[in-house]
Nanobody, 120 residues
């Protein structure tokens, strides 16, 4: 079993910055990892993804403002969010295609979510 634990959410004014972290448990291994968000009354949407090799992809709405990164040695995923806007307000979820060990089994895992609120 793999656990993903997010931290770093909070309340920030428009134009401010936050950094989210997502730590994978123990010796688990994650191939692709990503951040998703869900605003009230809306469907969950992709924010950014990163492969184990460091290739990244972003939603158009966050390009140039958000940066996804990972520290494989620490088994941790990050999302640096700059120039935040009120429309970025949502619960942010960490996702990973992970396994407890190199031989598997491999599944998609989700964190519990962390609230990001951007005030105008």
């Amino acid at each position: 079993q793999v656990q993903l634990v997010e931290s770093g959410g909070g309340l920030v004014q428009a134009g401010g910055s936050l950094r989210l972290s997502c730590a994978a448990s123990g010796d688990s291994i994650c191939i692709s990892m990503g951040w998703y968000r869900q605003a009230p009354g809306k469907e969950r949407e992709l924010v950014a993804v990163i492969t184990s090799g460091g290739a990244t992809n972003y939603a158009d709405s966050v390009k140039g403002r958000f940066t996804i990164s990972r520290d494989n040695a620490k088994n941790t995923l990050y999302l640096q969010m700059n120039s935040l806007k009120p429309e970025d307000t949502a619960v942010y979820y960490c996702n990973g295609h992970c396994a407890p060990k190199a031989t598997g089994p491999w599944y998609d895992y989700w964190g519990q979510g962390t609230q990001v609120t951007v005030s105008s």
